[in-house]
């Protein structure tokens, strides 16, 4: 099976702070990668498909690019409903894969 | 709109049987592949099976290979997961999805 590396685990950041997110495969999934963002308790929330595709009313500030093994997901200006666990997921076979998630905290 | 509903977890013992169902309404259900994702507690997402629109492809994850059957009926716009031999490390949040349209999810615990 594909396997997704995804970093950093954990993220500091402060509210207006530019972040970024790596998830890289381990062989080429073309631009079959998603990226969701999740809070307790709550089912993921799709914002990326297609690797750089905005899903229909997430806001701007989220944007995601990369194609073949390297893909990144980027909050251009951190807000605080964004403070959240993210994961990648490739779809480009079968059997998907998930990132093992990058959680996002206050700093 | 998309909606994907659960139903069906719950408490069972070890080496036990549950079945989900998930409702499907929005969309031409028998066009798309539909697929399971489970949770456990604290933990990551992790993909457990794919059907393909007929039900004649299935794929798993090697952990419930022998034990789940997903399955679905085009006809009830519903998707199912069979799960036997259940193990304490099943115990998850299972969520039915539609590609990147999830549900809410349905708690399965396995425990004594």
């Known amino acids: 099976d594909i396997q997704m590396t995804q970093s950093p685990s954990t993220l500091s950041a402060s509210v207006g702070d530019r972040v970024t997110i790596t998830c890289r495969a381990s062989?080429?999934?073309?631009?079959?990668l998603a990226w969701y963002q999740q809070k307790p308790g709550k089912a993921p929330k799709l914002l990326i498909y297609?690797?750089?595709s905005l899903e229909s009313g997430v806001p701007s500030r989220f944007s995601g690019s990369g194609s073949g093994t390297e893909f990144t997901l980027t909050i251009s200006s951190l807000q605080p409903d964004d403070f959240a666990t993210y994961y990648c997921q490739q779809y480009n076979s079968y059997h998907w894969t998930f990132g093992q998630g990058t959680k996002v905290e206050i700093k | 709109e998309v909606q994907l509903v659960e139903s069906g977890g719950g408490l069972v013992q070890p080496g036990g049987s549950l079945r989900l169902s998930c409702a499907a309404s929005g969309f031409t259900f028998s066009s798309y592949w539909m697929s399971w994702v489970r949770q456990a507690p604290g933990k990551g997402l992790e993909w457990v099976a794919n059907?393909?629109?007929?039900?004649?492809?299935?794929y798993y994850v090697d952990s419930v290979k022998g034990r789940f059957t997903i399955s679905r009926d085009n006809a009830k716009n519903s998707l199912y997961l069979q799960m036997n031999s259940l193990r304490a490390e099943d115990t998850a949040v299972y969520y039915c999805a539609r590609g990147t349209n999830w549900g809410q999810g349905t708690l399965v615990t396995v425990s004594s």
């Open positions: 059907i393909k629109q007929d039900g004649s492809e299935k």
């Open positions: 062989q080429s999934i073309s631009s079959w």
């Open positions: 297609k690797a750089s």
